[in-house]
């Protein structure tokens, strides 16, 4: 496969998955926020770290948070590459890129995603209410990697969008976790996290017990049966790796990025919530996302050309320029 035909596939996939993330962040913290005084301190503290989440910002570095400008700078943004509208035109460049090795069922998924998201407007949206309009956006993005693995063949360009799509899903995992101040928020806070995580229903299906603040960073971190826990998105990184190297897993490495997925398995596999606790929840956190971005930097370093192909520029308008 071409690098730039991989490269392609590997940023389309990490841009649906944080525009899938973001709209659920912003859907969970807008549908509790109704809960609330609108000046709660605990209603500004859920925008905040919704617009922490959206800009890839840390909680504190952000202001002001209320819920007109997190939808403004996390939905309609384009200076912001995170925001809804950037992620999808850059989702929807990448699959212009590689048009002829997908299926046409990812293509109208992806189109009509894009057209979709150009056609708001923040007015609109605040007066109309934005719930329907997230979650319309959830489900497209949901809709695209089910497409992809059922209609693509599982070859090369494939195991890149496999690449893509739980590198981003891990990182922003770690980065949601990351956002909560100690292990003694009230439960809530906790709940508000599993919601947006898409983790609400498989935590309370797997507890066997009360639930506590311990239970969900061992869930979200280290579960090996739930598809968005980091454990799980370390080892499909790495079995995806291999498969394009047509290394056996569990046998050594070829480059450095698989030797650095190696690494993030056996932490993941062989490690549990107390040693989180026994080194420090951000402390822990903060190493492995550093972890995370050295390996998605490896990948790049290994498979892609030095000029990225992805971050197609943006216009005011938020349209991929020719």
Same mark, same amino acid.
């Given at each position: 496969?071409?690098?730039?035909?991989?490269?392609?596939?590997?940023?389309?996939?990490?841009?649906?998955?944080?525009?899938?993330?973001?709209?659920?962040?912003?859907?969970?913290?807008?549908?509790?926020?109704?809960?609330?005084?609108?000046?709660?301190?605990? $209603?500004?503290? &859920?925008? !905040?770290?919704?617009?922490?989440?959206?800009? *890839?910002? %840390? /909680?504190?570095?952000?202001?002001?948070?209320?819920?007109?400008?997190?939808?403004?700078?996390?939905?309609?943004?384009?200076?912001?590459?995170?925001?809804?509208?950037?992620?999808?035109?850059?989702?929807?460049?990448?699959?212009?890129?590689?048009?002829?090795?997908?299926?046409?069922?990812?293509?109208?998924?992806?189109?009509?995603?894009?057209?979709?998201?150009?056609?708001?407007?923040?007015?609109?949206?605040?007066?109309?209410?934005?719930?329907?309009?997230?979650?319309?956006?959830?489900?497209?993005?949901?809709?695209?990697?089910?497409?992809?693995?059922?209609?693509?063949?599982?070859?090369?360009?494939?195991?890149?969008?496999?690449?893509?799509?739980?590198?981003?899903? $891990?990182?922003? &995992?770690? !980065?949601?976790?990351?956002?909560?101040?100690? *292990?003694? %928020? /009230?439960?809530?806070?906790?709940?508000?996290?599993?919601?947006?995580?898409?983790?609400?229903?498989?935590?309370?299906?797997?507890?066997?017990?009360?639930?506590?603040?311990?239970?969900?960073?061992?869930?979200?971190?280290?579960?090996?049966?739930?598809?968005?826990?980091?454990?799980?998105?370390?080892?499909?990184?790495?079995?995806?790796?291999?498969?394009?190297?047509?290394?056996?897993?569990?046998?050594?490495?070829?480059?450095?990025?698989?030797?650095?997925?190696?690494?993030?398995?056996?932490?993941?596999?062989?490690?549990?919530?107390?040693?989180?606790?026994?080194?420090?929840?951000?402390?822990?956190?903060?190493?492995?996302?550093?972890?995370?971005?050295?390996?998605? $930097?490896?990948?790049?370093?290994?498979?892609?050309?030095?000029?990225?192909?992805?971050?197609? /520029?943006?216009?005011?308008?938020?349209?991929?320029?020719?």
């Amino acid at each position: 496969m071409l690098s730039r035909h991989a490269e392609s596939f590997f940023w389309l996939a990490r841009n649906v998955e944080r525009a899938e993330t973001v709209s659920r962040v912003l859907d969970v913290t807008y549908t509790r926020s109704m809960d609330r005084f609108q000046h709660d301190v605990w $209603a500004h503290r &859920a925008w !905040r770290t919704a617009l922490a989440i959206g800009t *890839l910002n %840390e /909680p504190a570095d952000v202001e002001p948070y209320d819920a007109e400008t997190t939808f403004e700078r996390c939905i309609f943004d384009v200076t912001n590459l995170s925001s809804i509208t950037s992620t999808v035109a850059i989702a929807r460049t990448n699959a212009i890129n590689v048009r002829a090795e997908l299926s046409t069922e990812t293509w109208e998924n992806v189109n009509e995603l894009y057209l979709d998201v150009r056609a708001q407007r923040l007015d609109a949206l605040t007066r109309e209410g934005p719930a329907r309009f997230l979650r319309r956006v959830r489900d497209r993005c949901q809709a695209i990697e089910g497409v992809t693995d059922a209609t693509l063949l599982h070859v090369d360009g494939w195991n890149f969008l496999q690449l893509g799509r739980f590198a981003e899903r $891990a990182y922003l &995992a770690l !980065r949601m976790l990351a956002t909560l101040d100690s *292990l003694d %928020e /009230p439960w809530p806070e906790w709940q508000a996290l599993l919601e947006m995580a898409s983790a609400s229903m498989p935590f309370a299906r797997a507890s066997s017990h009360l639930p506590a603040s311990r239970e969900v960073i061992d869930f979200v971190l280290f579960d090996p049966t739930f598809p968005r826990s980091v454990g799980f998105c370390a080892n499909e990184v790495d079995a995806a790796l291999h498969r394009i190297s047509e290394t056996p897993q569990g046998r050594g490495y070829t480059n450095q990025a698989e030797k650095l997925a190696g690494r993030l398995c056996a932490e993941f596999n062989f490690a549990d919530v107390t040693d989180v606790l026994a080194e420090g929840g951000h402390p822990f956190l903060q190493r492995v996302r550093g972890e995370v971005e050295a390996l998605m $930097a490896a990948i790049q370093a290994v498979y892609f050309p030095r000029i990225p192909v992805a971050n197609a /520029p943006l216009n005011p308008a938020g349209i991929v320029s020719a």
